[in-house]
T-cell receptor
Framework: AQSVSQHNHHVILSEAASLELGCNYS??????LFWYVQYPGQHLQLLLK??????LVKGIKGFEAEFIKSKFSFNLRKPSVQWSDTAEYFC????????????FGQGTELSVKP | EAGVAQSPRYKIIEKRQSVAFWCNPI?????LYWYQQILGQGPKLLIQ????????DSQLPKDRFSAERLKGVDSTLKIQPAKLEDSAVYLC???????????FGSGTRLTVV
């Protein structure tokens, strides 16, 4: 069965620190990849997505992610986090042959200390 | 554009009771999804509609859960009877096409006591 694994359950950083959140998936075929963010009390919002082309994808609020096919990974990065980035981050995968279904990782809670 | 509307926002019921959630997707979005998000986990797809037809309900516990999308617009998700393990946030999402990257609603937080 397809699965998505996020390596860190809870990450605590100070403002201006760099961020990298790991995401690995298990599926050998064509995939579409996503990162969603959920700020406290708010709904899930799309940060960025990868369908094809340049494996380095830039999203909103200075986030980027790199798709490494050989490693089945899609890690999220931000060079300098802000207190307002405190949120839960979800990696999700859509397998090319499964319509619009998203399979989510368990999420990583990011706490940024001012 | 207006977002995906869900109601109620919160619901507390006793086990073995029934409950229903409502979702109004973004206008023109043909695809509608219901996800279940248990505390500490990522969302899990329960059912996907394309217009008013079911595309995927493989993970819907059909002995107690049901969903419909009459006229291909609004949708309701029902649980009858509820169990303690149904406590979760129920998320509705919609998209213009069947490919992911869609818009989520704020969810309904269900607590079964």
């Amino acid at each position: 069965a397809q699965s998505v694994s996020q390596h860190n359950h809870h990450v605590i950083l100070s403002e201006a620190a760099s961020l990298e959140l790991g995401c690995n998936y298990s599926y050998g075929g064509t995939v579409n990849l996503f990162w969603y963010v959920q700020y406290p009390g708010q709904h899930l919002q799309l940060l960025l997505k990868y369908f094809s082309g340049d494996p380095l994808v830039k999203g909103i609020k200075g986030f980027e992610a790199e798709f490494i096919k050989s490693k089945f990974s899609f890690n999220l990065r931000k060079p300098s986090v802000q207190w307002s980035d405190t949120a839960e981050y979800f990696c999700a995968v859509n397998a090319g042959n499964q319509g619009g279904k998203l399979i989510f990782g368990q999420g990583t809670e990011l706490s940024v200390k001012p | 554009e207006a977002g995906v509307a869900q109601s109620p926002r919160y619901k507390i019921i006793e086990k073995r009771q029934s409950v229903a959630f409502w979702c109004n997707p973004i206008s023109g979005h043909a695809t509608l999804y219901w996800y279940q998000q248990i505390l500490g986990q990522g969302p899990k797809l329960l059912i996907q509609f394309q217009n008013n037809g079911v595309v995927d309900d493989s993970q819907l516990p059909k002995d107690r859960f049901s969903a419909e999308r009459l006229k291909g617009v609004d949708s309701t998700l029902k649980i009858q009877p509820a169990k303690l393990e149904d406590s979760a946030v129920y998320l509705c999402a919609s998209s213009r096409t069947g490919i992911g990257g869609y818009t989520f609603g704020s969810g309904t937080r269900l607590t079964v006591v």
